[in-house]
């Protein structure tokens, strides 16, 4: 691994704007780095993912993937920042940090004696509503005959998550006649009675065992400041540790929006994503290679995690899976993003040990 070149790299691909639905120009720039480091076999599925063989032997082959997808639109300013301790800026860490490390690990494992393939995969569709798309494909791609699933993130390193946290999404649509704010005074507005439903959503008591939120991300409509709107559209998220208090919320959920009182207007709640529970125990081997990696590479500190990324779908089938990080950071999903420089020699030598590692759960050295 050369870090100034991981750096550099890093920042080409933070530069390049890859919003949700919106991957394949850095889809793009990474086939065409691999193909300069000389790998020969590229591949990219129906929906965007991209697909880099680095061959070894018999064993089954191992996924290692990072999303390219960040929470950014794509006309947001990308501008970074590098001083001698940070790289700052929009998805510098999530996940351009890691997609930059599956050009490193393709020339390093080249050097290997491995034991299967490793397939570097970047994958589309992580963020947002998404909904894991992308993974998903890979998994009916791959399904159970791979040694194992290891996801990269930016900004997580110490962080091994192994147990996926459920997630579902819903979008709430509220129509009205609308009109003009004075000459049509009174009549009902699809955001006054929004605002309304979005208060009681707050109001909705969250458990605290086990641990459960609710957040509202986006709230849109109205045609100008002096209409009266006819359409306003608020989106939710709701997670829980526990699929059980999940479903609770949604009944809640439905159970508010079904009661609201409305004389001339129009409620309608739809699920706009799901993201799946699952889990690998703490004393799996593949966690268990995952820790000592961190503890060889000098990371002093470990946490087993729950977490909603890509490895939920996997976990959920009941395929070996980690998720793991790469740097330590902050400010994710915010303009002010930021990964630190020093630790990301020890998060690339963990990942690289436990690819190394993952191959001997099926018995074989590599």
């Given at each position: 691994?050369?870090?100034?070149?991981?750096?550099?790299?890093?920042?080409?691909?933070?530069?390049?704007?890859?919003?949700?639905?919106?991957?394949?120009?850095?889809?793009?720039?990474?086939?065409?780095?691999?193909?300069?480091?000389?790998?020969?076999?590229?591949?990219?599925?129906?929906?965007?993912?991209?697909?880099?063989q680095i061959p070894g032997e018999n064993a089954p082959p191992l996924i290692v993937s990072a999303h390219l997808d960040t929470v950014f639109a794509e006309h947001t300013d990308l501008t970074h920042r590098r001083t001698r301790s940070r790289l700052t800026g929009p998805g510098v860490g999530d996940n351009s940090v890691a997609l930059a490390a599956l050009l490193e690990l393709s020339e390093?494992?080249?050097?290997?004696?491995?034991?299967?393939?490793?397939?570097?995969?970047?994958?589309?569709?992580?963020?947002?509503?998404?909904?894991?798309?992308?993974?998903?494909?890979?998994?009916?791609?791959?399904?159970?005959?791979?040694t194992a699933y290891v996801i990269l993130e930016g900004m997580a390193l110490g962080h091994i998550y192994h147990r996926a946290l459920p997630v579902r999404r819903y979008r709430i649509t509220l129509r009205a006649e609308g009109g003009h704010s004075w000459i049509h005074a009174g009549r009902t507005s699809a955001i006054h009675k929004l605002i309304g439903v979005g208060?009681?959503?707050?109001?909705?008591?969250?458990?605290?065992?086990?641990?459960?939120?609710?957040?509202i991300g986006r709230i849109e409509g109205g045609r100008s400041i002096n209409s009266i709107a006819d359409l306003a559209i608020?989106?939710?998220?709701?997670?829980?540790?526990?699929?059980?208090?999940?479903?609770e919320m949604d009944k809640r959920l439905r159970r508010l929006v079904k009661d609201v009182h409305l004389t001339d207007a129009e409620?309608?709640?739809?699920?706009?994503?799901?993201?799946?529970?699952?889990?690998?125990?703490?004393?799996?081997?593949?966690?268990?290679?995952?820790?000592?990696?961190?503890?060889?590479?000098?990371?002093?500190?470990?946490?087993?995690?729950?977490?909603?990324t890509d490895a939920s779908v996997p976990l959920n089938r009941g395929f070996p899976a980690v998720c793991v990080g790469i740097t330590k950071?902050?400010?994710?999903?915010?303009?002010?993003?930021?990964?630190?420089?020093?630790?990301?020699?020890?998060?690339?030598s963990a990942v690289l040990d436990l690819i190394e590692a993952a191959f001997s759960l099926n018995g074989r050295s590599s």
């Amino acid at each position: 691994m050369n870090l100034d070149r991981w750096i550099e790299r890093t920042l080409e691909i933070q530069s390049i704007p890859a919003p949700t639905f919106g991957e394949a120009e850095r889809a793009e720039f990474l086939r065409s780095k691999f193909e300069e480091l000389g790998v020969t076999q590229l591949a990219q599925d129906d929906i965007g993912n991209l697909y880099a063989q680095i061959p070894g032997e018999n064993a089954p082959p191992l996924i290692v993937s990072a999303h390219l997808d960040t929470v950014f639109a794509e006309h947001t300013d990308l501008t970074h920042r590098r001083t001698r301790s940070r790289l700052t800026g929009p998805g510098v860490g999530d996940n351009s940090v890691a997609l930059a490390a599956l050009l490193e690990l393709s020339e390093d494992l080249r050097a290997l004696r491995l034991a299967g393939d490793v397939w570097l995969v970047a994958n589309v569709g992580e963020e947002g509503l998404g909904n894991l798309r992308g993974m998903r494909e890979v998994v009916a791609r791959f399904g159970e005959k791979v040694t194992a699933y290891v996801i990269l993130e930016g900004m997580a390193l110490g962080h091994i998550y192994h147990r996926a946290l459920p997630v579902r999404r819903y979008r709430i649509t509220l129509r009205a006649e609308g009109g003009h704010s004075w000459i049509h005074a009174g009549r009902t507005s699809a955001i006054h009675k929004l605002i309304g439903v979005g208060g009681q959503l707050l109001d909705l008591q969250l458990p605290s065992s086990p641990r459960t939120t609710l957040n509202i991300g986006r709230i849109e409509g109205g045609r100008s400041i002096n209409s009266i709107a006819d359409l306003a559209i608020l989106e939710l998220d709701m997670r829980s540790e526990s699929e059980t208090a999940l479903n609770e919320m949604d009944k809640r959920l439905r159970r508010l929006v079904k009661d609201v009182h409305l004389t001339d207007a129009e409620i309608e709640l739809t699920q706009v994503g799901s993201r799946p529970g699952g889990e690998l125990p703490a004393d799996h081997p593949l966690v268990l290679a995952a820790l000592s990696s961190l503890e060889k590479s000098g990371e002093r500190e470990a946490y087993l995690e729950f977490g909603s990324t890509d490895a939920s779908v996997p976990l959920n089938r009941g395929f070996p899976a980690v998720c793991v990080g790469i740097t330590k950071g902050g400010e994710a999903h915010t303009v002010r993003e930021y990964i630190e420089i020093r630790p990301m020699r020890r998060g690339y030598s963990a990942v690289l040990d436990l690819i190394e590692a993952a191959f001997s759960l099926n018995g074989r050295s590599s």
